[in-house]
């Protein structure tokens, strides 16, 4: 079966380390997206890629960045972690009809990232 | 982009309907309502979208009135395993990446 998966689960770093974490889907799915979770957030979009070479900044990028190297994989990373990254990461994926994309999103299980 | 308003949270028993109101006052016209459920320590999940009127599927259903300036989720007989977040979203197409804006969700109790 298709799925969606993220990795490591659960990450502790240090202040200034630069982190990466990795999603990976089977659907074949061309729209990618980055999320953190937050206490009193709700869910905020970090990046997010209709594509290959494609990337795009959220609503919440600065000190992150993705690459989409292939349909399969957009890792998300932290160039010098900082406190306020602690957060849980999901990875997302969604189709796309034409120029639309759909808005059934397939989120991964999510990344427990601690920055200490 | 869409600002929807739901309430913080809601309590039910087993074997109730449960409805879940959200306010979108200002959705434009290409805009669809769709509504995911997130378990803890799990991804949000895709529970069902409508533009208007009525949705149902086999988890819920989506009324959606004519001005289509709010949306209820209907969620029949809920049981324990119910207990989840609750996520309203307004969008449009041709802004994947910007639209799904998750606000707080409303978060459901099921009790026994």
């Known amino acids: 079966d298709a799925e969606i998966t993220q990795s490591p689960r659960h990450k502790i770093t240090e202040t200034g380390r630069q982190v990466t974490l990795a999603c990976h889907q089977t659907?074949?799915?061309?729209?990618m997206f980055w999320y953190r979770q937050d206490l009193g957030h709700g869910l905020r979009l970090i990046h997010y890629s209709y594509g290959v070479q494609d990337t795009n900044k959220g609503e919440v990028s600065d000190g992150y960045s993705v690459s989409r190297s292939n349909t399969e994989d957009l890792p998300l990373t932290l160039e010098s972690a900082a406190s306020s990254q602690t957060s849980v990461y999901f990875c997302a994926s969604s189709e796309s009809v034409g120029p639309i994309s759909s808005y059934e999103q397939y989120f991964g299980p999510g990344t427990r990232l601690t920055v200490t | 982009l869409a600002k929807t308003t739901q309430p913080i949270s809601m309590d039910s028993y087993e074997g109730q309907e449960v409805n879940i109101t959200c306010s979108h006052n200002?959705?434009?016209?290409?805009?669809?309502i769709t509504w995911y459920q997130q378990f803890p320590s799990q991804g949000p999940r895709f529970i069902i979208q409508?533009?208007?009127t009525k949705v149902t599927n086999e988890v819920a259903s989506l009324f959606i009135p004519a001005d289509r300036k709010s949306s209820t989720l209907s969620l029949p007989r809920v049981s324990l395993s119910d207990t989840a977040v609750y996520y309203c979203?307004?969008?449009?197409?041709?802004?994947?990446?910007?639209?799904?804006?998750f606000g707080k969700g409303t978060t459901l109790s099921v009790s026994s």
């Open positions: 409508g533009y208007k």
């Open positions: 659907w074949n799915h061309n729209n």
């Open positions: 200002n959705i434009a016209t290409n805009d669809y």
């Open positions: 979203l307004v969008g449009g197409p041709n802004q994947a990446g910007t639209a799904l804006i």
